[in-house]
């Protein structure tokens, strides 16, 4: 697609079909804004479009499951706008477009998954407000970012987001705890290299400590990223957990929780916490799987028991 010889004077037409109901004309003036802005330029312009008043209207057309093609052009649209200044992030954040993404990168359609990763820059900016609601879209987002392959967990890890994450894990509020704590236990099932950043980073204390006394939904999800964090890596690695992990009975009116993992001399101590009550037969036969996981070829099982 050739783009306009004077991109200025064209934003008032581009402006105009984009707020069209023509789908042809949409996608077409959605992707000659994408162009625009991945110019060197696109600073100088930025501002400019902004002021046009397309942002809602992008933010419309990344839920637009109908027209995939639709929903990246305007994803990578929003995406190049809120990498601007901290005032251009804030207008793309106010119109909604986080939770938007949130749910794009859930996306039953591959391409459209793939194609609106390119807003980690944006995601590692938005990971560093104050602002409770942005900080949980912008958890959910990584947490979904980070449960693939080690490839995808690296972009993680290179966008230095994890340290950020790792300090999320004191947040006082719940909505925020749970998806950065669900964000590091995908990040803990990557490689090695992968899993000590993020130990390194001080992932160990605040994990323990939410286990020990968090919230019955933050306690499972933090004793899921501990059952994460030592059914794979190095010896060294599931030795810093040594000691620290209490054997604890997690209950609350007939939920099921996973394991939780004591680790001491070598030895590894797994109590699946089994109410009675509300749980079927296919979720405690999955507890058990789970239970079942060998963490590493020397350990030795001992005092695997249901208890109430």
């Not at 987001?161 to 950065?180: E, F």
């Not at 400590?209 to 059914?231: M, V």
């Amino acid at each position: 697609m050739t783009l306009p010889p004077n991109k200025i004077e064209s934003l008032p037409a581009m402006v105009a079909d984009v707020c069209s109901n023509d789908a042809s004309a949409q996608l077409k003036a959605t992707t000659l804004f994408r162009e625009i802005l991945i110019k060197e330029e696109r600073n100088l312009q930025i501002e400019e479009i902004i002021q046009s008043g397309v942002v809602p209207r992008f933010v419309e057309f990344i839920v637009r499951e109908d027209m995939p093609e639709l929903q990246i052009e305007a994803a990578w649209a929003l995406t190049n706008l809120a990498s601007g200044t901290s005032e251009n992030t804030k207008v793309v954040i106010d119109h909604g477009a986080v939770p938007q993404f949130v749910a794009l990168l859930n996306s039953p359609n591959n391409e459209v998954r793939d194609q609106v990763r390119p807003a980690l820059p944006v995601l590692r900016r938005l990971i560093l407000s104050r602002d409770q609601e942005v900080l949980t879209n912008a958890s959910w987002a990584l947490s979904y970012l980070s449960d693939s392959t080690n490839d995808k967990i690296q972009e993680i890890i290179e966008a230095d987001v994890y340290n950020r994450l790792v300090q999320l894990l004191h947040h006082p509020s719940a909505s925020v705890l749970i998806p950065a704590v669900r964000t590091v236990g995908n990040i803990v099932t990557g490689d090695d290299m992968q899993t000590q950043a993020v130990i390194e980073a001080g992932l160990v204390a605040p994990l323990v400590s939410l286990l020990q006394s968090a919230e019955f939904d933050i306690k499972k999800e933090a004793a899921w990223a501990i059952t994460n964090a030592t059914s794979g890596g190095t010896h060294e690695q599931i030795k810093c957990w040594g000691g620290s992990v209490p054997l604890i009975g997690i209950k609350s009116g007939g939920s099921v929780i996973a394991p939780c993992v004591q680790i001491q001399s070598g030895l590894v101590s797994i109590v699946v916490n089994e109410v009675l009550g509300r749980v079927s037969s296919a979720n405690r036969d999955q507890v058990w799987r789970v239970s079942h996981r060998t963490l590493c070829p020397d350990t030795v099982w001992s005092n695997v028991h249901c208890c109430q």
